[in-house]
T-cell receptor, first 109, second 115 residues
Framework: GQSLEQPSEVTAVEGAIVQINCTYQTSGFYGLSWYQQHDGGAPTFLSYNALDGLEETGRFSSFLSRSDSYGYLLLQELQMKDSASYFCAGDTGGFKTIFGAGTRLFVKA | EAQVTQNPRYLITVTGKKLTVTCSQN?????MSWYRQDPGLGLRQIYYSMNVEVTDKGDVPEGYKVSRKEKRNFPLILESPSPNQTSLYFC??????????????FGAGTRLSVL
């Protein structure tokens, strides 16, 4: 089957760098997306990797290695407002989307 | 303003009483989807639609129905709700072309309680 694994929680200090990993078991994902969700809010799109390698968008970067079935989201210069849940999502090539269970990030002062 | 609008935002109902959650998008997106979110389980796809009159099951379709008669609307129907359908529901939409397919825009969510 298709599933994505993420750590349930990560804690980091304001101003630091944190990496949220996503590993997947699947017959084939074509790419990996990342979404952010604040408590009580809707998921919002952060990034999408269709190709292996690193994609950078401001303080956020996302990496994909399809040969290793692995990706990560990197958040730099952490701010308190980055405290949220982060979800990876697999692109199945069609319109079906598989989400990981999410990683709750706590940013401490 | 580009948005996905869900109604109602909160709903309490009783077992067996049919209900509909509406979803509308103003971005002319071909693709629309419904998810449910439960603690520790992330977002699970219920149904999705690739365009008008084209729908397909996601991972957890049991107990739900959908229809796509117009491009902008994608209602979620619970014919006979049960307590295990108590959850937070999200509607999402995206363009169907290339990379944009993977950029989904979500509604604000509908919190449903079935007693």
């Amino acid at each position: 089957g298709q599933s994505l694994e993420q750590p349930s929680e990560v804690t980091a200090v304001e101003g630091a760098i944190v990496q949220i990993n996503c590993t997947y078991q699947t017959s084939g994902f074509y790419g990996l997306s990342w979404y952010q969700q604040h408590d009580g809010g809707a998921p919002t799109f952060l990034s999408y990797n269709a190709l292996d390698g690193l994609e950078e968008t401001g303080r956020f970067s996302s990496f994909l290695s399809r040969s290793d079935s692995y990706g990560y989201l990197l958040l730099q210069e952490l701010q308190m407002k980055d405290s949220a849940s982060y979800f990876c999502a697999g692109d199945t090539g069609g319109f079906k989307t598989i989400f990981g269970a999410g990683t709750r990030l706590f940013v401490k002062a | 303003e580009a948005q996905v609008t869900q109604n109602p935002r909160y709903l309490i109902t009783v077992t067996g009483k049919k209900l509909t959650v509406t979803c509308s998008q103003n971005m002319n997106h071909e693709y629309m989807s419904w998810y449910r979110q439960d603690p520790g389980l992330g977002l699970r796809q219920i149904y999705y639609s690739m365009n008008v009159e084209v729908t397909d099951k996601g991972d957890v379709p049991e107990g739900y129905k959908v229809s796509r008669k117009e491009k902008r609307n994608f209602p979620l129907i619970l014919e006979s709700p049960s307590p295990n359908q108590t959850s937070l529901y999200f509607c999402a939409s995206s363009s169907s072309s290339g990379r944009a397919k993977n950029i989904q825009y979500f509604g604000a969510g509908t919190r449903l309680s079935v007693l």
